[in-house]
Nanobody, 121 residues
Framework: VQLQASGGGLVQAGGSLKLSCAAS????????MAWFRQAPGKEREFVAG????????YYADSAKGRFTISKDNAKNTMYLQMDSLEPEDTAVYYC???????????????WGQGTQVTVSS
C-alpha cells in the first residue's frame, strides 16, 4: 500500500485546511487508517482515524469538535477537514494505514510522506 498525503499549507489561526491521503496498491488489505502529527521536538501523536471495516471513527481530544475525518471509498482517499485551527496544531501531518487493526499509537504498517501544516497567530 502506498499513501500520498497532500493539502498542507500556511493558514492563520481560526482558519481551515483539508488534508487528503490517497491510497494505492493493495488497498483491499487496509483495515484501519489514521492521521498522526509530529511537531518539532515532540513525539508523533494520534489525531484521528477510523476502522475501515467497521466504519467507526476515532478522534484525539485535541481534535474533537474541530477536525472531521472522512473517506471516499471509490477514490481510496481519506480526508481530514481541520477547522478552527490553532498555532498548537502546527506540525507535519502523516497518514497511515494498517492491515490488521486500528490503534491510536503509531504502530502502522504503511505511512505517507507527511504534509506540513503551519498555523500563524
Amino acid at each position: 500500500v502506498q499513501l500520498q498525503a497532500s493539502g498542507g499549507g500556511l493558514v492563520q489561526a481560526g482558519g481551515s485546511l483539508k488534508l487528503s491521503c490517497a491510497a494505492s496498491g493493495r488497498t483491499f488489505r487496509t483495515y484501519a487508517m489514521a492521521w498522526f502529527r509530529q511537531a518539532p521536538g515532540k513525539e508523533r501523536e494520534f489525531v484521528a482515524g477510523f476502522n475501515w471495516m467497521l466504519d467507526k471513527t476515532y478522534y484525539a481530544d485535541s481534535a474533537k469538535g474541530r477536525f472531521t475525518i472522512s473517506k471516499d471509498n471509490a477514490k481510496n482517499t481519506m480526508y481530514l477537514q481541520m477547522d478552527s485551527l490553532e498555532p498548537e496544531d502546527t506540525a507535519v501531518y502523516y497518514c497511515a494505514a494498517d492491515s490488521t487493526a486500528f490503534t491510536s499509537t503509531p504502530d502502522y504498517d504503511y505511512w505517507g510522506q507527511g504534509t506540513q501544516v503551519t498555523v500563524s497567530s
